[in-house]
């Protein structure tokens, strides 16, 4: 393939300047002195192939996105992210974003090489009332999905990758983030929430940015705030159609409505089968006229103790360093569901042992503990 140099470069400096990198701080991550980086970035020299591959390692993307034009540049995405809402990521949590998406069109190539075809459900809404709008595309997904009126979303995760969503949960350095959503050229929707949040608050930010991909992914691009952030607003109609389509999927009318009257101790009692906050269910139950605010006051200030909350991807019959290991996996990106798809992929010999190894994140030499954790062992060589 004749390579474009000055498509390289540039896509080299775009990638670069996306993940907050200067000269020296890439020189020193790769190994390539700072003079040469600038140099190939001007497009005065070709790199070399090992230049490429290491640089495309560095920046987290497939190096065919760095030198083939047919292909979304590698920062596409992130250089509109970035211009809307720059101040809001720190080059730690600009780095996480871009791992994300590559483990989105990761996941996305894997589920199309096992052949795990995901339908896309056709969602409909009349009117002009955005909390109107949400509640509809909630009971029309949760029908599509098979749940009972009275049936609780126990996995939601599951629920929406079924229906081709990208779903990964990880740290970010700014708390005030809750999630994004953003429209991958190569990998289509993709969902990231901050590990940060409150495990049951994770699950309602989840619903929320799924609404974004089903409402709003013409914008392509939509970043979700904490209420304490100043950057929230609680008057934006899109922000609110997306609680509002979060809140009735995991809290349906049909429950609320059948609900007995409530205390302090059965509130709680009903967040936890809910899988919710008591700030979130009280909210539910106020804007469906079932209680008043001073209840709604009251309930929220319940609380579920942190021990007694489920994670549906929390791993079980782990030793506790097992199960600490295993979250901070999850806490980096790396989900059971996404794991499991590269085991599949290398158990069938789609993949091979070092592709294995790049997928996960991981050394050669620990993947036998890796595959410990995950309770498989790998069943070829290189």
């Known amino acids: 393939m004749a390579i474009n140099l000055n498509v390289l470069s540039a896509r080299l400096r775009k990638s670069r300047e996306a993940l907050a990198y200067d000269f020296d701080e890439a020189s020193r991550a790769s190994g390539i002195p700072a003079n ?8 005065n020299t070709k790199p070399s192939g090992d230049e490429i591959l290491i640089l495309a390692a560095l920046y987290d993307c497939d190096f065919l996105q760095l030198i083939d034009e047919r292909l979304p540049a590698p920062s596409e995405k992130t250089e509109i992210l970035y211009r809307r809402h720059g101040d809001s990521f720190s080059p730690k949590d600009r780095r996480a974003v871009q791992e994300f998406l590559y483990l989105c069109q990761a996941e996305a190539n894997l589920e199309e090489i096992l052949g795990r075809k995901k339908t896309r459900p056709q969602l409909s809404w009349s009117g002009t009332n955005y909390k109107t709008h949400g509640r509809q595309a909630a009971e029309q997904l949760r029908n599509i999905i098979g749940y009972r009126p009275n049936e609780v979303n126990r996995d939601i995760y599951a629920d929406f990758r079924a229906i081709g969503v990208h779903i990964f949960r990880r740290e970010l350095e700014n708390n005030e983030i809750s999630g994004l959503y953003i429209e991958d050229p190569i990998a289509g929707h993709c969902v990231l929430i901050n590990y940060n949040e409150d495990i049951y608050r994770q699950r309602f930010s989840t619903a929320h940015e799924v609404a974004h991909s089903i409402f709003d992914s013409s914008d392509g691009i939509m970043v979700t705030y904490e209420a304490r952030s100043s950057k929230f607003s609680p008057k934006d109609f899109i ?49 469906a006229g079932i209680i008043d605010e001073k209840t709604a006051s009251r309930l929220r200030l319940v609380r579920i103790h942190q021990a007694e909350k489920i994670d549906p991807e929390a791993p079980e019959g782990l030793t506790e360093n097992q199960r600490e290991r295993r979250l901070g996996l999850l806490k980096r990106g790396l989900s059971g569901y996404y794991v499991e798809l590269c085991r599949q992929a290398h158990d069938k010999g789609i993949i091979s042992t070092h592709r294995l190894c790049e997928l996960l994140r991981i050394e050669p030499d620990d993947l036998a503990e890796f595959g410990k954790l995950f309770g498989w062992t790998i069943q070829h060589g290189l």
Not at 255 to 275: C, H, V, Y
């Open 239 to 287: 922000e609110i159609r997306a609680n509002s389509f979060a809140s009735h999927y995991l809290m349906p009318l049909t429950m609320l409505n059948s609900l007995p009257k409530l205390n302090e101790e059965s509130a709680a009692a009903w967040a936890q089968r809910f899988r919710v906050s008591t700030p979130a269910l009280a909210k539910a139950l106020k804007d």
């Open 36 to 43: 040469r980086l600038i140099e190939i970035e001007d497009g």
